[in-house]
């Protein structure tokens, strides 16, 4: 029997046994289901500026969980040894949510306020986000999601209540650059918007690859976007450095990042540089 998975604008129509363009979830009995719950590839304590979050609880540490898949296909990615691969491809070990809660809450002497879903795209394994979300929140700890956004309307507001910060992507602002990255700028834009409205932190990060995103007109109209929204997001602008795809690629320079940020300085309040 074929299923259709209602998480992202993909919808993956699936017959029996097929695995959906994020290669985390599939139809098995006539339901799409996640394949990847609890398959842990990436488990770590972290900085919270790592995310990066810079204006939610700085100083403090983070434990950080991935799995493995993605629903779109940057180029650029850094993480692509775990983010375009399935379960054949990946070693994953199986953490329950009530261990991996039980593990940030050991620790909390090191600085340790919660947990971060992270490393992979961590929304095409929403059930698992939430799950563990819930009992870290009854731990009276913090969760934090870094994403690229890619999620419809229903499920999102459905989860933010269990979130206290979210980093989310705004990889350009033009539906041509979107579309070759498999993915759909308005149903981030949409995800940005609703978190903010939900009274969750948001963050946004912007990667500047060269040739690609690195306008200034597209960064002007790009911060006045997200200052529509509220000129209070931080907005992390990003240096690009040669990975899977685009391993033949230059670094970003320095001094085009710098530019861009200044760009941005003129719509929002918190502008910051990264990997520079």
């Known amino acids: 029997m074929k299923a259709t998975c209602e998480l992202c604008f993909h919808h993956c129509a699936l017959e029996e046994g097929q695995t959906g363009y994020c290669r985390a979830r599939g139809n098995r009995g006539g339901v799409v289901v996640s394949l990847n719950y609890g398959k842990v590839s990436s488990l770590a304590l972290d900085p919270i500026e790592k995310k990066p979050l810079r204006r939610f ?26 983010s375009m691969t399935g379960a054949e491809d990946t070693e994953a070990l199986y953490l329950s949510p009530d261990a991996f809660a039980e593990q940030a809450e050991r620790l909390r002497p090191m600085g340790n306020i919660g947990a971060a879903y992270t490393y992979n795209e961590p929304l095409i394994g929403y059930e698992y986000v939430r799950d563990c979300a819930e009992r870290i929140r009854e731990r009276g700890m913090r969760n934090v999601l870094v994403s690229n956004g890619t999620i419809e309307e229903t499920p999102w507001r459905e989860l933010l209540p269990l979130l206290d910060a979210v980093n989310l992507d705004l990889k350009g602002f033009t539906a041509e650059w979107y579309h070759r990255l498999g993915g759909d700028l308005e149903t981030v834009k949409r995800s940005i918007a609703i978190a903010a409205e939900m009274g969750c932190h948001v963050e946004v ?8 995103n690195d ?19 931080p907005l992390h602008v990003s240096r690009f450095f040669p990975r899977y795809r685009m391993a033949d690629k230059s670094p970003t320079p320095v001094e085009t990042v710098y530019r861009l940020a200044d760009v941005a300085r003129k719509h929002l309040s918190y502008v910051y540089t990264g990997n520079c």
């Not at 403090?60 to 799995?67: D, I, P, R």
């Not at 306008?215 to 997001?233: F, G, H, K, Q």
């Open 215 to 233: 306008s200034m007109a597209e960064m002007d109209a790009l911060s006045n976007w997200l200052a529509s929204v509220n000129p209070s997001i």
């Open 205 to 212: 990060t912007t990667l500047v690859v060269t040739g690609e």
């Open 57 to 82: 609880h700085p100083g403090s540490k983070v434990l950080s969980v991935g799995a493995y898949g993605c629903n779109l296909r940057c180029p650029f990615c850094q993480n692509h040894e775990i």
